[in-house]
């Protein structure tokens, strides 16, 4: 059984710039969630998505979006990226017998805005 | 709103203690609770999850329990060793609402075990 990936595993950006993260939920899961990770923090809820629907957002602005794909992979777009944008943006997978199990995390893609 | 909190931040021990690691959590209204364990810039590895109407979970040296009146859990070490040496996060999922099932974090506990 493949785990939760995520692509790339390190970006550099400039302020003002766009970028695309991509992650490949477990095998099964329909349900994915994002989370941003600064440095020495917990990691923050970003949005979820449920059948190729965002079904829960978290205290993010609209520059953060995303999509699910049909294979419930997700990508994560953030748009005019400021500088406290880096952080370790994780991808989670949760299987289809819902909130009461847990969620699988991936690695994680580390973003530095400069 | 819901808020985590865990305490120490930081615990530096020697090999072969026993070892307690706290949460608390602010609204009681939660569907579960787990620990992961996350070394460094890495992602996070589940430990235990803890559902809202249990007390307590165990998997081999890692015992946590679950207090949901009073708004507290407990990770317990037991014999620690020096490949514990993590950060250790506390995550309540919240029961209701769109958010239903995402998980709210506490800052972690990051803990060195000395040999």
């Known amino acids: 059984e493949t785990g939760v990936t995520q692509s790339p595993t390190h970006l550099i950006k400039t302020r003002g710039q766009q970028v695309t993260l991509r992650c490949s939920s477990q095998?099964?899961?329909?349900?994915v969630s994002w989370y941003q990770q600064a440095l020495g923090q917990g990691p923050q809820f970003i949005f979820q998505?449920?059948?190729?629907?965002?079904?829960g957002r978290g205290n993010f602005p609209p520059r953060f979006s995303g999509l699910q794909f049909p294979n419930y992979s997700s990508e994560l777009n953030v748009n005019a990226l400021e500088l406290d944008d880096s952080a370790l943006y994780l991808c989670?997978?949760?299987?289809?017998?819902?909130?009461?199990?847990?969620?699988?995390f991936g690695p994680g893609t580390r973003l530095t805005v400069l | 709103k819901q808020e985590v909190t865990q305490i120490p931040a930081a615990l530096s021990v020697p090999e072969g203690e026993n070892l307690v690691l706290n949460c608390s959590f602010t609204?009681?209204?939660?569907?579960?609770l787990q620990w992961f364990r996350q070394d460094p810039g890495k992602g996070l590895t589940s430990l235990l999850l803890?559902?809202?109407?249990?007390r307590e979970q165990t998997s081999g040296r890692l015992n946590a329990s679950l207090d949901k009146s009073s708004g507290r859990s407990t990770l317990y070490i037991a014999a620690s060793q020096p490949g514990d040496s993590a950060t250790y996060l506390c995550?309540?999922?919240?029961?209701?609402?769109?958010?239903?099932?995402?998980?709210?974090f506490g800052k972690g506990t990051k803990l060195s075990v000395k040999p």
């Open positions: 989670a997978s949760r299987p289809p017998s819902g909130a009461k199990d847990t969620q699988y």
């Open positions: 803890i559902q809202s109407s249990q």
């Open positions: 995550a309540v999922s919240l029961g209701y609402g769109g958010s239903q099932g995402n998980l709210i």
């Open positions: 609204d009681s209204a939660i569907y579960n």
């Open positions: 998505y449920y059948r190729e629907e965002e079904n």
């Open positions: 095998s099964g899961h329909n349900t």
